[in-house]
């Protein structure tokens, strides 16, 4: 407490009479003079040396100033070009001498017991690089409070007793000096303070600096409060002062370096405060996190629940700090979760530990709130979490390490051991990033920003710790991402880690409370067999440590190095010791980073210093071999540029290097990174960087050097190639707004470093980059139509950017502030600006040249919060919202006329609330029904009417402090709001009860949020740059709704017939998913049904954007699409005939054979719904092909003799997957069949070789093989020609039809053969449900039974000929077969379904042991039958969803699901169980695997022994089982929708297919496998074209798709990765071709219109729209002669649309030239037979002549025709039986192939005009495509692909 005369405040240089030098003293060159600033007299001090000039008060050192004021304020402003220093001297209370000093001339924080040393560091806005702490010419006045008491009980852990002496040295202006125990603020004035009731001191008008009439006080003087905002209590060190945001004045906690900067900021040059953080900061909250499964800590995403609870009490200095560390900072393992949370509203847990709570109630005090008093928790909602982080577009941690400026970020990657990913920290997030696929890997839960990494040789365990004190440090698990460790460092800051090789040890430096550098070493190796890093040793040194290193060959040796010293390390017996080493004459040199030799017979320890030079230290001997100094690249007196050499002379601050075997990596602060030979002889290689480097590191080949830079570029040089790659670039300051391309998934961010930088959002690489030196952006916003985005400028400025020109457009100055809002309206007419002063412009920027239309004044809120939703407008253009005129109303205006329709007054909504709640932020919500949402002050969002301005909601308590950013996706299902650190994601459509989960990743306030384009990802930007993934499912709600309405379009459309689930994390909800003992196996993807996701297989993946590999596809309980039309259509189809009366116990029925051996009754065939996009087992088959046309056409289909045929079917691709049983094989013979449409392929497993056996007329539903593999049944659906299904016998041995017999019913469901082949078994589903059985003797129908309700399944007890028995609707019936003479009659007994079984329905069956029976049921049980009992006597719960598949061998059961669960049970102890009858327990059932696959198990066929099989899925796949090995392997895998276009590389290696269900598959030629596939979710990819042989190597070979959502991706087939994406079009891709030289993509969509994208920059050069209104269904490009046809260019292409008309382009790309040659117009076909299939118009270039051009589909004739393009006439015809869908000309004969949608495919000679028909397709031709060489011939029916190999070529 100051004394009475000390108060309020105490002048000084008055009190101890400064001007008459009694009491105080001066030295050197000191005088008074008059600053023109201040208007009055002050000293300056000034001299070269410090210690000679300087003034001190009191005169004498045995003297005491006395002054006992809290705080000292120092007037002055330092004097360039030289240092300034000030001492103070303070007692403390226990009589101790600190002295404190301040100086400029420091370089880094020191501290001891008796004296502190804080740097104030001056930057310009030019840094100047011959003295880096040299104040700016430019230097302000400044204000220097310093709290005394704060700033010895944070550094010391003293209490402040008095101020003892002062001295002020050279070079600085000083006005005076005052004490006082009040904190001023010095921006306001003691009138102002009163006029507008603020909370704050004024400064008295003694110490107050003059500020002119109407100007700021922060545009001409800087204060600096340190430690930061100390009134508050030590652990607000970070809270802002009254200064202005953008000049950046608060102080900032820095872990690990101390000191005051001057910076240039916004405007001017602005001291910056940089202080050593506390030991200990006040408490303010904990958080306990409950476990939950998760199958990959640390890496994916999982939202768990959160309680807030307080650890201190209010204060928050009732507890030690070392008390509370270790009650909050816990390590993290399967249980519980505690982390410390310092000054923050919400607790910065991990993104994988953040749960959702509730804050507290508007009416809960902050006190009750603080102590966590009233906490409930809020209620969530599914998914649970919604949000998994994908991406991170940012670079940089917390840094102490040296560089020439400071520097904020740590800028440190390190390669893994395979040289393949870099792992580098993204602030709090840890980022492993594949160097090759781009794919990002996340090690997620530190809180704070990260300061060091290590990695341990093996790549086992990575450490890392963050900046806050006190260090936290973690280990993780490398290859899981899993948190093996959590503890705290006894290091105050942790500046740098490094790991034995081994990964035993592992040592870390830093320094602790009071300044000291501290090393340290933890053994580690128990970490990864479940134990703790123990502490070894901790040792403090005086020696300075910049870079520390343990020795790869010797983990017991270290080394170091520092300002002045190498030093080598030992750990021995438990203790660290260390030995300086002599560096003679370089002793006094800064080093700053180390190296060891590689070679293990080396002893040499490579270090650099700042001053240019490399020493090579023998460690050995401790001893310098050479040393050697890097000097600049030019010399003065030439311009050209020079080896870099090493010698005397000045040199180049090297700040990192790094060694391998045989060369030497050095980064240095001149921007280069060198490449250098061990003796250092010459340069081998040299990459030039934006900025200077911070560090470098060499791969464990040495073929790639990583650099990082202290601009934010992350990137590696690649030595074979001598090519750089950039890996990723970042701001490097606060990122302050963003804005998404709807169009074009771009991104657009400003940010505190003066840019504006766009990114792409597919590859979240860097596109363009914009710099304002002077004035730093503050807002951005896109043009939704054109290819421009604005900015505007903490100046006033409003600059129109071009991204095609990369230049700005037009720039306006309407504001007379800083722009505080930007939007435009989404129709692209209006943009709107507003600014601080209060203004508010309007903007026409529907011309390229955008122009201001109206500039109205005091209407935006002048003091409204900084906020990216200040001026927000509707989603139909048509309103316009702000916060104005003041901070207490919303205004609504007209966007045209700028009318005000509405202004509502926030203060006056809550009429019970004694504050006045103001507005913060605004959001329109979707329209209708038209709202606006508020956020306030009161931590609430208000929702108004737009038309009364009523108000309609309020969600309360959104987050304890204001939410400056909010966002609500377009279907209004979410919302998204942002608070400090915080993301909270509401269930908007909640009405009661609100739901929320919270997210926090970022280690800084988020600044803005907002959601992707395609609404499927959220974008937050603070820190850095997230972009999350939503895991919600897409949704659709009826019209009416909010999701319904017109003005909310789905986020996402799924392609045609199709519906999809997103993928999200599995077991999120923590329920067990077994009641069984299941072991762990690892499952291929499980896929929902019909989702358009990849089959997991072999092959390669690559993902893009909403793309993922299926590795990572999981169905989510409790969200899996409910199959409520399935459910409809089996009520349907399920018919019971009355004639046949009720079912009884036993029907009791004999029945002897038809007398005419066929069945009599013929049921009339009813209308079927469609089939469910799901089909159980019990599902009738339903072909999926087109009925053959063959029959109507008689003679117009020629088919050849099979010696003449031109093409010869070589392979299928495909499986149908909508089949029952269609797979058989027998191990022993290698027999292996399978159907695809209404083929049998017969494929050898071992070589790939493929037989066909065709003749079925439809689709075939099931198979099955003789038990002597000597004959193969099938059976497929009826035809045109007869109602009956069909049945072909085929001879194994040789492929033929034996014998063909036809089915009563259409659709023929099962076949079985009875034990001894004697008999067939068929079983019929559509008309009457008839079961046949059939004598394989003579292929008579010996008995047939008209079943009274559809029957799923039948088998034949292998243990007894004459039984056999069917499952169905709530019983099983047993039949047993008896025999007299050719006499056979059937006798039945039906037994009902037990009521404890809760079956509705049994759908499959297989016999076990003599005499058990395995049933299925709908409901996932499994129920053994005694069959001589007739009884049901255990059912256990095999399945969550439907049985469809059970096969038992011996004393193991396979059952298939369709959830896609395939699981192999052991049953040994099933025939004691029936012993025991009703008394048996399920418990006895083991299951001992479990597989997952890609869809619901339709086919199924095993090995005897169970160990071996094959499964097939209604994907449409073929999976080898292993059990063995717990595998599944891809047999076959075909697509699972429509073939839409099928492409070839120019080698013929490799051809691509793209679907109707997203995926662009990549195959092989020669073996047609799979070898890569790209997949694209919800969307259906309906076009591709492969790039020409002129684009480059074959290595560089791209492939283009179309997608139904407009977008157009290119993809690496090289890398397997998405390299380009773009949106040139709004509706579908329909065709797509690259220009003959590969440099430009052609696309045509749905709407007619042709767009022409350039693919080196992705940007669209021009729309054609001549051919508007149809769509196109053919582009095709190809090559001519510049001036051929009479027009220039050397690029032929033509477009065929959908109205019959085709236009030919000549064209000349690279030089911008497109001319129209031809223009072909015919008249519409009449329709086709078949309605709602149109014939599309198909045209091609002819190869053998460049002149003709081929046309089918066009005019009223079914023909071909001929168009010479010289004569501009038809030259030939040729005619057709039927319209033409699909054609193909080979380029190696001259042949063309015709599709047509009779499912046959035609072969036109056009030199012969012979004609050849080919059967054997499913469905329509709509594709045939030749190969380049013409060999080969693909055709697609649907989602089969057949290649067809052509002969005679």
Known sequence: MARAWQHPFLSVFRHFKVDEWKRSAKEGDVATVMDK???????????????????????????????????????????????????????????????????????????????????????AGTPRKDAAGVPPTGARWTCLQLDLHDLLLVYLNRRYGHLKSIRLCASLLVRNLYTSDLCFDPAVTAPEARRAKLPVTPMPREMAFPVPKGQSWHDRYVHIRFPSDSSKGVSTLGQKNGSLPEAGLSALCSTGSAALSSTAAFLGHVPRLLPHSAPFNKPTQSCRVPSAPRPLPEISMSCERLEVSSVGGPSGRGQEPSAW????????????????????????????????????????????????????????????????????????????????????????????????????????????????????????????????????????????AQARAPSMLRLWDFQTGACLSLFRSPVHVVCSLSFSDSGALLCGTGKDRHGRTVVVAWDTAQVGRGGEAVLLTKVHTDADIQAFKVAFFDETRMASCGRGGVRLWRLRRGGLRSCAVDLGEHHALEFTDLAFGQDLDSCTLYVCGRSGHILEIDHQHMAVRRARRLLPTQTPSGPLPKRQT???????????????????????????????????????????????????????????????????????????????????RSHTALVLALATKCRQEHLATVSQDHTVRVWDLVTLQQLYDFTSPKEAPRAVAFHP????????????????????????????????????????????????????????????????????????????????????????????????????????????????????????????????????????????????????????????????????????????????????????????????????????????????????????????????????????????????????????????????????????????????????????????????????????????????????????????FSVSDDEGPSEESHGPKGLRQASGSALLVKEADRVVDAACGAAGDSWGLSMPPHPCGQPSAQSPRRARAQPAAHPDSCEPFMSQGK???????????????????????????????????????????????????????????????????????????????????????????????????????????????????????????????????????????????????????????????????????????????????CVGQGAITLWLLQQRGADVSLQVHRE??????????????????????????????????????????????????????????????????????LRLWAVEAMLELRRKGSGARSSSVFMERELTLDGAIVSAVFHDSMDMGVAGSVAGTLWYINWAEGTSTHLISGHRSKVNEVAFSPSESHCATCSDDGSVRVWSLASMELVIQFQVLNQSCLCLAWSPPSCGRPEQQQVAAGYSDGTLRVFSISRTAMELKMRPHLAALTAIAFSADGQTILSGDKDGLVAVSRLCTGMTLRVLSDQRGAPISTIQSTSKEDGDFGVEGTDLWLAASGDQRVSIWASDWPQGHCELMDWLSFPAPALMEAPGCPVPSLAAFCPWDGALLVCAGLGVHREVIFYSLRHKQVVEKIPLPFFAVSLSLSPGARLMAIGFAECVLRLVDCTSGAVQDFAGHNDSVRLCRFTPAGRLLFTAAHREILVWEVTGC
Not at 59 to 88: A, D, K, N, W
Not at 423 to 446: E, K, N, S, W
Not at 1394 to 1400: C, K, L, Q, T
Request: net charge negative; hydrophobic share 40%.
């Open 1187 to 1365: 009925a053959s046309s063959l029959a109507k056409v008689g003679q117009s289909v020629s088919s050849p003799p099979a010696s003449s045929e031109r093409l010869h079917l070589k392979a299928v691709v495909g499986y149908s997957g909508n089949g029952r049983a269609n797979v058989v094989w027998r191990p022993d013979t290698g027999f292996f069949a399978y159907t695809c449409g209404r083929l049998v392929v017969v494929e050898d497993l071992h070589s790939g070789a493929q037989q066909h056996w065709l003749g079925h007329p439809e689709e075939i539903s099931t198979l099955a093989l003789s038990h002597d593999a000597q004959v193969l049944a099938s059976a497929s659906g009826h035809s045109s020609t007869a109602s009956c299904g069909q049945i072909r016998l085929w001879e194994v041995p040789g492929g033929s039809c034996r014998q063909l017999i036809s089915h009563r019913d259409p659709t023929v469901r099962a076949l079985a053969f009875s034990p001894d082949d004697r008999l067939l078994i068929t079983l019929g589903y559509d008309g009457d449900c008839t079961l046949a059985l059939w004598s394989m003797s003579t292929y008579e129908l010996l008995s047939s039974t008209r079943l009274p309700e559809p029957v799923h399944g039948v088998a034949f007890n292998p243990w007894h000929a004459g039984e056999l028995a």
């Open 785 to 1100: 139509t054109q290819p421009t985005f604005f900015c505007g400028f903490s100046g006033g400025a409003v600059c129109s950017f071009s991204l095609e020109a990369t230049e700005v457009l037009v720039e306006h100055r309407c504001h007379r502030g800083a722009v505080t809002g930007l939007a435009t309206s989404p129709d692209g007419s209006f943009l709107f600006s507003s600014c601080s002063r209060g203004s508010l412009a309007q903007y026409d920027c529907a011309a390229t040249q955008c122009r201001v239309l109206r500039v109205a004044a005091n209407v935006v809120c002048q003091d409204a919060h900084m906020s990216p939703n200040a001026l927000v407008v509707s989603g139909d253009s048509r309103l316009l919202a702000f916060v104005g005129p003041s901070k207490y109303t919303v205004t609504i205006m007209d966007t045209a006329s700028l009318d005000e329709l509405l202004r509502v007054d926030i203060s006056a909504l809550d009429g019970t609330s004694s504050r006045l709640d103001s507005a913060v932020a605004v959001c329109f919500g979707p329209a209708p029904p038209g709202h606006l949402l508020v956020s306030t002050s009161s931590n609430t969002v208000v929702v108004l009417d737009t038309t009364s301005g009523r108000m309609v909601r309020e969600l309360s308590g959104v987050h304890p402090t204001a939410c400056p950013s909010l966002a609500l996706s377009r279907d209004g299902r979410f919302l998204l709001t942002a608070a400090d650190r915080a993301i909270k994601v509401w269930d908007y459509l909640m009405q009661a009860n609100l739901g929320c989960q919270v997210y926090i990743g970022h280690s800084e306030p988020v600044q803005a949020v907002a959601f992707s384009p395609n609404q499927q990802q959220l974008l937050s930007v603070g820190d850095a740059i997230f972009l999350w993934d939503i895991l919600a499912p897409n949704e659709r709600l009826p019209p009416g709704s909010v999701r319904g309405s017109p003005g909310a379009p789905p986020a996402c459309e799924a392609g045609p017939g199709m519906r999809q689930l997103e993928d999200t994390v599995s077991g999120a909800d923590g329920l067990p998913r077994w009641q069984v003992p299941v072991p762990s196996q690892a499952s291929p993807p499980r896929l929902g049904p019909c989702a358009g996701l990849p089959e997991g297989g072999d092959g390669a």
């Open 1392 to 1461: 009902r379904i037990p009521e404890e079984v809760r079956a509705g329905k049994l759908t499959s069956l297989c016999y076990g042991a003599m005499p058990l029976l395995y049933c299925g049921s709908d409901t996932g049980q499994v129920c053994v039958w005694d069959t001589r009992a007739c009884r049901c006597f255990l059912a256990w719960e095999a399945d969550n969803s439907e049985i469809g598949v059970l096969l038992c061998s011996g004393v193991r059961l396979v059952s298939g699901s369709d959830s896609g669960r």
């Open 646 to 728: 090493f010698s005397s002379g000045p040199g180049i601050a090297i700040s990192s290097l790094s060694v391998s075997q045989v060369t030497c990596a050095v980064g240095s602060e001149d921007g280069y990174l060198r490449l250098w030979p061990l003796d250092f002889s010459s340069v081998l290689l040299e990459a030039e960087h934006e900025g200077p480097i911070s560090s470098v590191c060499v791969s464990p080949d040495g073929l790639r050097v990583l650099s990082t830079t202290s601009s934010g570029h992350l990137g590696f040089l690649d030595v074979p190639s001598r090519e750089y790659s950039v890996l990723m």
């Open 325 to 464: 560390a270790e009650a909050t900072d816990k390590c993290v393992n399967s249980t519980n979760v505690h982390v410390s949370a310092h000054e923050l509203a919400v607790v910065p847990v991990a993104p994988e530990d953040v749960a959702p709570h509730e804050p507290p109630c508007r009416e809960q005090s902050g006190q009750q709130a603080a102590l966590g008093k009233n906490r409930f928790q809020q209620r969530s909602f599914l998914p649970d979490p919604i949000l998994r982080l994908k991406g991170v577009i940012g670079f940089g941690g917390h840094s102490t390490r040296w560089v020439r400026r400071p520097m904020r970020l740590l800028a440190c990657a390190l390669w893994t051991k395979d040289g393949a990913a870099v792992v580098y920290p993204c602030h709090a997030v840890i980022v492993m990033l594949h160097v090759d696929t781009r794919q990002q890997r996340f090690f997620l839960g530190h809180t704070d920003k990260v300061s060091a990494l290590a990695l341990d040789g093996s790549n086992s365990l990575l450490a890392s």
């Open 37 to 123: 600033t201040l208007k009055c007299t002050v000293y300056r001090v000034r001299g070269s040396v410090s210690a000679s000039n300087y003034i001190q008060l009191p005169r004498t050192g045995t003297q005491s100033l006395g002054l006992t004021g809290r705080y000292l304020y120092v007037l002055f402003r330092p004097l360039p070009p030289r240092h300034f220093v000030i001492h103070l001297d303070v007692f403390t209370e226990d009589s101790q001498v600190i002295r404190v000093s301040f100086s400029s001339l420091f370089k880094e924080f020191k501290s001891t017991a008796t004296w502190l040393q804080f740097p104030f560091i001056c930057e």
